[in-house]
């Protein structure tokens, strides 16, 4: 199959048009069987329930090529099961696991051309998402909903690729204790838009935040979660009911302790032993991890002593293993890795 004429290496992370997509319709209380459409348009009513009360879930997960040509994806059934736990939280239907694999695999397929070659740094991010399609104008969910899936091949999440990032502490919250933090909505994002132009603006690639209630503890950016390392080498990421439970930081917590041989940890992390750290990343399906140079808390500079040229040598330790078990170099647990074609 011959590939689109890319420029795979010089990729952003950004929408290039694919050819394929998936569609299936919820009605009078089931899904229909699905199709795969060359139409990138959606059209809906203009009470829909997405639209008036921002009734829609989503996903991220990529697609890659390995070293021997084969074309696989990573760990989607965990994709599958946290848009199933979105979609119970905003009393959405559920969008069955397994269908959810096979319209992956069904989409990557028909978009074959699109996914980048193995050594580009490239991959094909797949997005699923659901939105309520009937009109709604009383606050209650709606009754027909669309689960769809796009692609779109991208490079690095952060202009620089692995050179480390500023990022400073915001002064919004995310998420508020028993909300909505700990699925992927798109209204987590809508509120984060605010925070995001900001930190641009005043010189920042990223907001970390802290707990909505007590502004001591280390949540997430606005797209990937935190990994710390400390100086004795030991891994260790915030623990907390109002962050996403990152597939890629979980993922990383096992590589860490069976195939590096490091102590790890999830659990509390008060701001204030940030200092303490000597690495520092974000991690994620778009991030991969991205290493952090400087936290910047209102003025006042955290500079970790992997410094602002390159990953510490834990975290890149952890990026190597880890994309060398997606990109099939080194062997991965039982079931982390599906393979497409
Ligand atoms: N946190 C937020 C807010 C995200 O949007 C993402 C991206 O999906 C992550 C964390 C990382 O999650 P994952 O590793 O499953 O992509
Ligand atoms: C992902 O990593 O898949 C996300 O959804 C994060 C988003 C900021 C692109």
């Excluded at 979609?87 to 397929?109: G, N």
């Excluded at 991959?123 to 009383?138: A, E, K, Q």
């Excluded at 400087?294 to 500079?303: L, N, Q, S």
């Excluded at 990953?311 to 880890?322: A, E, F, I, S």
Aim: with cysteine; hydrophobic share 35%.
């Amino acid at each position: 199959m011959e590939k689109k004429n890319i420029d795979w290496g010089s990729l952003g992370f950004g929408y290039i048009k694919t050819d394929y997509r998936y569609i299936s319709e919820y009605k009078n209380g089931s899904w229909d069987e699905g199709t795969l459409s060359t139409d990138d348009t959606v059209r809906i009513n203009e009470c829909a329930g997405v639209l008036q009360y921002a009734q829609t879930v989503f996903e991220g997960l990529k697609a890659y090529t390995t070293e021997d040509g084969r074309i696989v994806t990573f760990r989607p059934d965990l994709n599958g099961e946290r848009l199933k736990s979105s979609a119970e939280r905003l009393e959405m239907p559920v969008f069955p696991v397994d269908r959810f694999i096979d319209a992956v695999v069904e989409t990557v397929k028909a978009n074959q051309a699109f996914v980048p070659p193995f050594g580009s740094g490239a991959s094909l991010y797949i997005r699923p998402y659901m939105f309520g399609t009937n009109p709604v104008i009383g606050v209650k969910p709606a009754d027909e909903y669309q689960f769809r899936i796009l692609t779109t091949p991208v490079g690095p999440y952060f202009k620089g690729g692995a050179k480390p990032i500023t990022i400073r502490v915001s002064d919004f919250d995310r998420a508020a204790p028993h909300g909505t933090g700990h699925i992927k909505a798109g209204l987590n994002y809508a509120m984060s838009l605010h925070a995001i132009v900001d930190a641009h603006k005043q010189g920042f690639d990223e907001n970390m935040y802290l707990d909505a209630a007590t502004r001591t503890k280390v949540e997430e950016t606005g797209g990937a979660n935190f990994l710390f390392v400390t100086k004795d080498n030991k891994v260790v990421t915030p623990k907390s009911d109002s962050i996403l439970p990152s597939i890629t930081r979980r993922s990383l917590i096992y590589v860490a302790k069976e195939y590096l041989g490091l102590e790890a940890e999830e659990r509390e992390i008060p701001f204030e032993e940030v200092k303490e750290f000597a690495e520092c990343g974000l991690c994620g399906t778009a991030a991969v991890i991205s290493p952090v140079g400087k936290i910047v808390d209102h003025g006042k500079e955290i500079c970790f002593p992997s410094g602002m040229e390159k990953m510490g040598p834990v975290t890149q330790k952890l990026y190597d293993t880890l994309t060398g078990i997606q990109s099939g170099k080194i062997e991965a647990p039982k079931g982390w890795i599906k393979e497409i074609c």
